[in-house]
T-cell receptor
């Protein structure tokens, strides 16, 4: 079993739909990261969070430390949101990231 | 946010030659940089952790003599793929953390280098 599990693996939705991507982890962490990778390959760090909720534009990330679960939400989804979204965790005293397998999101106009 | 650059973005080389990939933090000092490789439709795989002024720490299964990492300054780390083989063809990505007093390290990723070995 992977230390970081994401679901769904693939998600196709219509433009405007509310999107939720889930991430569960089985290890102790100091922080959880949500990353976005576009088809060209570049990776953008969307959020780093250790508790509660963060919001940036149409993106919202939440984490429940007790349940070891995080969600990434996208409101009013747009075709430009199409990308692979990756959940990663960092451990106490260790800067290395452990990655989930990613969720491939496709938003259809 | 902080910017990390990689050079080159794409490189094609012949089997048996060596290729150097540079990773630079442009507007911050990075005491630690990470090198990853990614195969198509797979997640990132950490190859090594590069610390400025010291030897890199390689992950299990990564050949240190084949993937030479040098972190000569606080803004530059290089990965050299020596005696490249077609199976080394992959997407190589670096990241650097912003460090600081906080225990929580934000990581900034480079745009990646696509290596093709013919």
């Amino acid at each position: 079993k992977n230390e970081v599990e994401q679901s769904p693996q693939n998600l196709t939705a219509q433009e405007g739909e509310f999107i939720t991507i889930n991430c569960s982890y089985s290890v102790g962490i100091s922080a959880l990261h949500w990353l976005q990778q576009h088809p060209g390959g570049g990776i953008v760090s969307l959020f780093m969070l250790s508790s509660g909720k963060k919001k940036h534009g149409r993106l919202i990330a939440t984490i429940n430390i007790q349940e070891k679960h995080s969600s990434l939400h996208i409101t009013a989804s747009h075709p430009r949101d199409s990308a692979v979204y990756i959940c990663a965790v960092s451990n106490f005293g260790n800067e290395k990231l452990t990655f989930g397998t990613g969720t491939r999101l496709t938003i259809i106009p | 946010g902080a910017v990390v650059s990689q050079h080159p973005s794409r490189v094609i080389c012949k089997s048996g030659t060596s290729v150097k990939i540079e990773c630079r933090s442009l507007d911050f000092q990075a005491t630690t940089m990470f090198w990853y490789r990614q195969f198509p439709k797979q997640s990132l795989m950490l190859m090594a952790t590069s610390n400025e002024g010291s030897k890199a720490t390689y992950e299990q299964g990564v050949e240190k003599d084949k993937f030479l990492i040098n972190h000569a300054s606080l803004t530059l780390s290089t990965l050299t793929v020596t005696s490249a083989h077609p199976e080394d063809s992959s997407f190589y990505i670096c990241s650097a953390n912003s460090g600081g007093a906080s225990r929580y390290y934000e990581q900034y990723f480079g745009p990646g280098t696509r290596l093709t070995v013919t």
